[in-house]
């Protein structure tokens, strides 16, 4: 919900991502961004694919640009 806040107040201007092929099974779904209930609504925000770096054989790093509105 701390990540969701920041995007909304304009403080982040990238995002890293780092994927690996590996999954456990567990129930519920992973966000990076998540709105707390009380919260106004806000705004949706685009990124722009700035880097793509494999890593090892199976990861791959991702690096994105918040896209100005």
Do not use: C, H
């Not at 403080?11 to 092929?21: G, N, Q, R, T």
């Not at 990124?47 to 690096?63: A, W």
Request: aromatic share 8%; no cysteine.
């Amino acid at each position: 919900m701390v990540n969701w806040s920041f995007l909304q107040a304009g403080v982040i201007d990238e995002l890293s991502l780092v994927l690996a092929p590996v999954t456990d099974g567990s129930s519920g779904s992973a966000s990076l961004f998540t709105q707390m209930p009380s919260m106004r609504k806000g705004s949706p925000v685009e990124f722009t694919l700035n880097k793509v770096e494999r890593i090892g054989d199976n990861g791959i790093y991702l690096n994105y640009l918040t896209r100005a509105v």
